[in-house]
């Protein structure tokens, strides 16, 4: 009996000691996986974390998506924006601080606020610039509602500065700069001050007799006319089945004739003072335009920013690689 207890003894003492061993190896092996799971993600949340960071205080990467800055900047570029160079955004598109001493130089390419961008609410706008900016610019959930890419920031070169007055003349530009006595044309101030040339025309003049033609017959449209001189109509015939090149020419001359054909129009009248005037632009702002002229949604048409919804400066085009480099 004694030898029986003896063996019965030794199996459950193998047994239980066997079982404890089988228990403390699957406790390891869970613990190990979970471990593992836990450091990936660890790791994970530290690196989106440095990403929003860098890209929120130090630099942004940004994809082109307008052909706005052609040919300097080409749509699907990948640039480097520095968000140091005018102060540092405490949140996206919040207040900047250590901006006292930066300030926009003319001719710098820079990055900001589409002043007619249509918000979703703040909580959206700034959840999408998470995404934008932790995603490296690989992801936009910011879309207009026909599903293509809203345009929260516009990249532009900055071109008048405060006290300048600058006018359009068939598409050309003209700046009085502080100081002169009568305007200047674009190409001339910026050789004999050293800027860029890169600012480029693709219409020709001769376009343009067209393009009036064909506003004066929207304007002829408007005051409910279903006639018009047939030298307007040959005129614009000319152009027949082009788009509409320069949209700021095309309402100012349209705001024009409608003054000829209706001078009690005080809308018309209202409309058509202010493109005669110009655009005067106010210290502490800048009028960005697209280096692309004939092709861009810029000041001429929203008027001048002010210097705090300028958030970064471009540096280089980081991609395609064979056009990689600093921006002009």
Request: aromatic share 14%.
């Given at each position: 009996m004694d030898k029986l207890y003896s063996f019965l003894e030794r199996k459950t003492e193998s047994y239980l000691t066997h079982k404890k061993a089988v228990k403390a190896t699957l406790k390891a092996e869970k613990h190990g996986f979970w471990a593992e799971v836990w450091s990936w993600l660890d790791a994970f949340i530290f690196a989106i974390v440095a990403v929003l960071l860098i890209n929120q205080f130090l630099f942004q990467l940004f994809v082109i998506p307008s052909p706005s800055m052609v040919d300097t900047i080409n749509v699907g570029d990948r640039v480097v924006v520095s968000k140091m160079s005018y102060g540092t955004e405490v949140y996206p598109a919040g207040p900047k601080i250590f901006d006292s001493s930066k300030r926009v130089q003319r001719d710098d390419i820079i990055t900001f606020y589409?002043?007619?961008y249509e918000s979703k609410g703040p909580l959206f706008d700034?959840?999408?610039q998470i995404v934008y900016m932790g995603t490296l610019s690989l992801v936009n959930i910011d879309r207009n509602p026909d599903g293509t890419m809203a345009e929260r920031l516009f990249v532009k070169r900055?071109?008048?500065?405060?006290?300048?007055?600058?006018?359009f003349e068939d598409g050309n530009v003209l700046i009085r700069p502080a100081g002169y006595g009568e305007s200047i044309d674009e190409q001339t101030f910026r050789s004999e001050n050293g800027y860029s040339d890169a600012p480029s025309r693709l219409l020709d003049s001769s376009y343009y007799p067209g393009l009036q033609a064909w506003a004066r017959l929207y304007a002829l449209q408007d005051a409910g006319m279903t006639s018009a001189p047939n030298h307007l109509i040959s005129s614009y015939q000319e152009i027949t089945g082009s788009q509409v090149g320069d949209l700021y020419e095309f309402s100012k001359e349209r705001y024009l004739y409608s003054t000829l054909i209706d001078p009690s129009d005080?809308?018309?009248r209202s409309s058509y003072s202010r493109y005669r005037a110009g655009i005067y632009v106010p210290e502490g702002y800048v009028l960005p335009l697209g280096d692309n002229?004939?092709?861009s949604r810029d000041g001429r048409y929203f008027g001048p920013v002010s210097e705090d919804?300028?958030?970064g400066k471009v540096l280089f085009r980081f991609w395609p690689l064979n056009r990689a480099g600093a921006v002009e």
């Amino acid at each position: 009996m004694d030898k029986l207890y003896s063996f019965l003894e030794r199996k459950t003492e193998s047994y239980l000691t066997h079982k404890k061993a089988v228990k403390a190896t699957l406790k390891a092996e869970k613990h190990g996986f979970w471990a593992e799971v836990w450091s990936w993600l660890d790791a994970f949340i530290f690196a989106i974390v440095a990403v929003l960071l860098i890209n929120q205080f130090l630099f942004q990467l940004f994809v082109i998506p307008s052909p706005s800055m052609v040919d300097t900047i080409n749509v699907g570029d990948r640039v480097v924006v520095s968000k140091m160079s005018y102060g540092t955004e405490v949140y996206p598109a919040g207040p900047k601080i250590f901006d006292s001493s930066k300030r926009v130089q003319r001719d710098d390419i820079i990055t900001f606020y589409n002043p007619e961008y249509e918000s979703k609410g703040p909580l959206f706008d700034i959840l999408s610039q998470i995404v934008y900016m932790g995603t490296l610019s690989l992801v936009n959930i910011d879309r207009n509602p026909d599903g293509t890419m809203a345009e929260r920031l516009f990249v532009k070169r900055a071109s008048g500065f405060g006290s300048d007055q600058v006018y359009f003349e068939d598409g050309n530009v003209l700046i009085r700069p502080a100081g002169y006595g009568e305007s200047i044309d674009e190409q001339t101030f910026r050789s004999e001050n050293g800027y860029s040339d890169a600012p480029s025309r693709l219409l020709d003049s001769s376009y343009y007799p067209g393009l009036q033609a064909w506003a004066r017959l929207y304007a002829l449209q408007d005051a409910g006319m279903t006639s018009a001189p047939n030298h307007l109509i040959s005129s614009y015939q000319e152009i027949t089945g082009s788009q509409v090149g320069d949209l700021y020419e095309f309402s100012k001359e349209r705001y024009l004739y409608s003054t000829l054909i209706d001078p009690s129009d005080r809308e018309a009248r209202s409309s058509y003072s202010r493109y005669r005037a110009g655009i005067y632009v106010p210290e502490g702002y800048v009028l960005p335009l697209g280096d692309n002229r004939d092709n861009s949604r810029d000041g001429r048409y929203f008027g001048p920013v002010s210097e705090d919804v300028i958030n970064g400066k471009v540096l280089f085009r980081f991609w395609p690689l064979n056009r990689a480099g600093a921006v002009e």
